[in-house]
């Protein structure tokens, strides 16, 4: 159990042992880094990383924030229960990361987050789709991509709209398994989203739809998953709204117009409900301009 910082300078043996970090603002610092077997992070404060370190058994990190800065930690242990929390998250900034080995067909959860501004959590979720041995990295980046060079007005023409609140950043680096990616956010304060963007350079720098997501909407967080995804070259992610068919359905498209679209939208509906009039309300910005009961 350690109240201060935990300071390798030379060797440390981990055994099959267990390090508990039960102060306040600790760090994990040193000359040398650490490789541990079980960490657990209780007490009070951020647990920030100046050094890269690694666990081979449980990390657990209950309701504390490791703060890997431009470090990375590194989880080795395969199995899908290495990482164990209740609240807390694992942030990162720059090149940090949260790397996960993987060699199972199951799910992984990388617990990312941030305190930086605006206190998120906004986990993903990878599913190789082998037992083969795989290393996935994941960062959640707390700021408008466009921050970091990745204009969020440049957009393929399926894309209607991208957030600018946050993005992810996605990489397989040891592997060759394809993988579900599955992104949360919250529907109340990140709005609404139903698809997945890559940022590519080819054929033209800026975001493109990865793929149909499939949507699931929960509480408190939503999901998006890309399944059998295996483009592992671009590493920024981001949700993204497609843009809407045209002719638009209502089934489909409701809430997907985009207001840079080209051109005409036409409207198209058929049946009806009886003697019930004006059955369909168009809005715009909350504001009721058209109505009608063809």
Same mark, same amino acid.
């Given at each position: 159990?350690?109240?201060g910082n935990w300071i390798n300078n030379n060797t440390f ?17 040193? /000359? ?5 077997? &079980?960490? $657990?992070?209780?007490?009070? *404060?951020?647990? =920030?990383?100046?050094?890269? +370190? %690694? ?79 795989? /290393? ?5 980046? &707390?700021? $408008?991509?466009?921050?970091? *060079?990745?204009? =969020?007005?440049?957009?393929? +023409? %399926? ?26 956010y919250d529907a109340v304060t990140d709005g609404l989203w ?51 068919? &045209? ?11 985009c207001a840079n679209d080209p051109g005409n939208i036409n ?28």
């Amino acid at each position: 159990k350690i109240s201060g910082n935990w300071i390798n300078n030379n060797t440390f043996t981990s055994g099959t042992s267990t390090v508990i970090l039960e102060g306040s603002n600790q760090q994990i610092s040193g /000359t040398v880094s650490s490789s541990f077997y &079980n960490l $657990n992070l209780v007490g009070t *404060g951020i647990k =920030t990383l100046t050094i890269n +370190a %690694s666990s081979t058994g449980i990390l657990d990190i209950k309701d504390r924030e490791l703060a890997t800065g431009i470090y990375t930690f590194f989880v080795q242990n395969t199995s899908n229960s290495a990482i164990s929390r209740t609240t807390g998250f694992i942030s990162s900034l720059g090149v940090g990361t949260l790397s996960r080995a993987t060699a199972s067909n199951a799910m992984y959860l990388f617990p990312v987050g941030s305190s930086l501004l605006t206190t998120r959590y906004r986990p993903v979720e990878i599913y190789p789709s082998t037992l083969t041995s795989n /290393t996935y990295t994941v960062r959640l980046a &707390n700021n $408008n991509a466009a921050t970091d *060079g990745y204009n =969020t007005s440049l957009l393929d +023409a %399926s894309i209607c709209t991208v957030d600018t609140l946050f993005y992810h950043i996605i990489q397989r680096t040891s592997g060759t398994s394809s993988a579900n990616i599955s992104i949360y956010y919250d529907a109340v304060t990140d709005g609404l989203w139903n698809g997945i963007g890559q940022w590519n350079t080819v054929p033209l720098s800026q975001w493109y739809n990865t793929t149909t997501a499939n949507l699931v909407q929960t509480s408190p967080l939503n999901s998006l998953t890309i399944n059998g995804w295996n483009s592992f070259s671009s590493i920024p992610y981001i949700l993204i709204n497609p843009s809407p068919s &045209n002719p638009l359905s209502a089934a489909t498209d409701r809430d997907n117009f985009c207001a840079n679209d080209p051109g005409n939208i036409n409207l198209s509906v058929s049946g009806g409900y009886g003697n019930t009039a004006n059955w369909f309300t168009l809005m715009c910005g909350g504001t009721a301009i058209g109505s009608g009961n063809p």
